[in-house]
T-cell receptor
Framework: SQKIEQNSEALNIQEGKTATLTCNYT??????LQWYRQDPGRGPVFLLL?????KEKRKERLKVTFDTTLKQSLFHITASQPADSATYLC????????????FGTGTRLQVFP | DSGVTQTPKHLITATGQRVTLRCSPR?????VYWYQQSLDQGLQFLIQ???????AKGNILERFSAQQFPDLHSELNLSSLELGDSALYFC???????????????FGEGSRLTVL
């Protein structure tokens, strides 16, 4: 069956460190992969998009990698801050012929001072 | 502010009832998506409309239906409500070229439905 898996356990890290979140998928051949941030009770907010032919994308303190062989994306936040504490969701556009965007269950990040 | 407006923000109703959730997309966005988020399920894709036509369908129950109107706003109708339908329902919009998702989704703040 098709799955998008993110670590369901919360990730707790100290301020200033790099947070690394993982998104693994099975039985998909995604055209795009996106990362979103969601705060409690709020709608998700788009962070980054990476295409299947791109290995890495950066935006300020954020970096995303996409390995279609491993079927995995890694999301990094460098120099993390308490304000980065949120749930981070990865999402796949499952193919070029559809606009269906499927989300993983998300990983909660807690950055403590 | 994403520019996507959802109403109502909160709704409490009883089992067996019917409710309608409304979504106004960002100005210029042709695609509207509906998602359900419950505590144990994460964001579940329900359905997508593009310029008034159904584009993609997820695991949407037969008791649920949606439509997108000529002014591009969308409504999600939930009927014969059950306790398990209690969830946050999100609407999102995007600028979508026909056949391809070329960018991000902009989410509204959601409608929290509680079925008692």
């Amino acid at each position: 069956s098709q799955k998008i898996e993110q670590n369901s356990e919360a990730l707790n890290i100290q301020e200033g460190k790099t947070a690394t979140l993982t998104c693994n998928y099975t039985n998909y051949s995604p055209a795009y992969l996106q990362w979103y941030r969601q705060d409690p009770g709020r709608g998700p907010v788009f962070l980054l998009l990476i295409r299947e032919n791109e290995k890495e994308k950066r935006k300020e303190r954020l970096k995303v990698t996409f390995d279609t062989t491993l079927k995995q994306s890694l999301f990094h936040i460098t120099a993390s801050q308490p304000a980065d504490s949120a749930t981070y969701l990865c999402a796949l556009v499952v193919s070029y012929n559809t606009d269906k965007l499927i989300f993983g269950t998300g990983t909660r990040l807690q950055v403590f001072p | 502010d994403s520019g996507v407006t959802q109403t109502p923000k909160h709704l409490i109703t009883a089992t067996g009832q019917r409710v309608t959730l409304r979504c106004s997309p960002r100005s210029g966005d042709l695609s509207v998506y509906w998602y359900q988020q419950s505590l144990d399920q994460g964001l579940q894709f329900l359905i997508q409309y593009y310029n008034g036509e159904e584009r993609a369908k997820g695991n949407i129950l037969e008791r649920f239906s949606a439509q997108q109107f000529p002014d591009l706003h969308s409504e999600l109708n939930l009927s014969s409500l059950e306790l398990g339908d209690s969830a946050l329902y999100f609407c999102a919009s995007s600028v979508t070229s026909r056949g391809q998702n070329t960018g991000e989704l902009f989410f509204g703040e959601g409608s929290r439905l509680t079925v008692l």
